[in-house]
């Protein structure tokens, strides 16, 4: 199988995620999508909320899908979330035969060089670079030239236009690809603001991750 691994704070989870794995899927044609939402996400400031509110959301979100599936792995393990600690962890309960395949953001992805183990990551999972505002894909490249070029990595790299997809991607001629995604304009941080200024969040997320904050009072600042 190839398999995809989104992983995220997902704080909370909103229907711009689960429209860009389910494209992400199609167009790589991927057998299912774990959602890993982190415990304390190194690379991230601020308090955040408890793990195991923003599993449960992931989970009443992914349901439906039969593709997308909830992964606990980092909210179970706790401390600061490792992604490689994951992928190795994946790796080995569902078998190393298999094909993974990381999804990010350009934004996460030029930071790359500051993971842990990031290079023995980049040897053990394929990455699916999806385009995000003020993080073009160019300078994405030039910031990182030495490591897409380094000989001992041997990284393949491909940037995906509108037309290959059109066609079908091959999803197994390259370790890292860039794709293009349409431009959601939905987040996360927005959402928490929303609900704390008291407006609704109907749409922006699934009906039951939204019922699921209000009868948790979550965001609001009155939360259990």
């Known amino acids: 199988m190839d398999i995809g691994i989104f992983g995220g ?21 991927l057998s299912r999508i774990s959602f890993v939402p982190s415990a304390i996400p190194p690379h ?86 999806i385009s995000r505002p003020g993080a073009k894909i160019d300078s994405v490249l030039r910031d990182l030239s030495s490591l897409l070029d380094d000989p001992d990595l041997k990284l393949v790299w491909k940037i995906i236009n509108t037309q290959e997809i059109s066609k079908g991607i091959q999803p197994h001629e390259a370790d890292i690809f860039f794709v293009p995604v349409p431009q959601i304009d939905i987040s996360s941080s927005d959402i928490r603001q929303m609900i704390q200024t008291g407006r609704s969040i109907r749409y922006q997320v699934p009906d039951a991750v939204r019922t699921y904050i209000e009868t948790n009072r979550l965001y609001s600042g009155q939360d259990k």
């Not at 711009?16 to 899927?25: C, F, K, S, T, W």
């Not at 991230?44 to 439906?64: C, F, N, Q, W």
């Not at 992805?109 to 023995?120: A, G, L």
């Open 9 to 29: 704070t997902f704080n909370p989870v909103h229907h711009g995620h689960l429209i860009v794995a389910e494209q992400i899927r199609e167009w790589f044609g």
């Open 44 to 129: 991230k400031d601020g308090p955040i909320l408890e793990g195991h509110y923003r599993l449960r959301m992931v989970k009443l979100a992914t349901e439906s899908n039969p593709y997308f599936y909830d992964c606990a792995l980092e909210v179970n393990r706790g401390g600061s979330s490792y992604t490689i600690d994951t992928v190795m962890e994946l790796k080995s309960d569902l078998g190393a035969e298999h094909i993974f395949y990381f999804i990010l953001g350009t934004d996460a992805f030029k930071d790359i060089t500051s993971w842990k183990d990031y290079r023995h990551l980049l040897q053990n999972v394929r990455f699916i670079v």
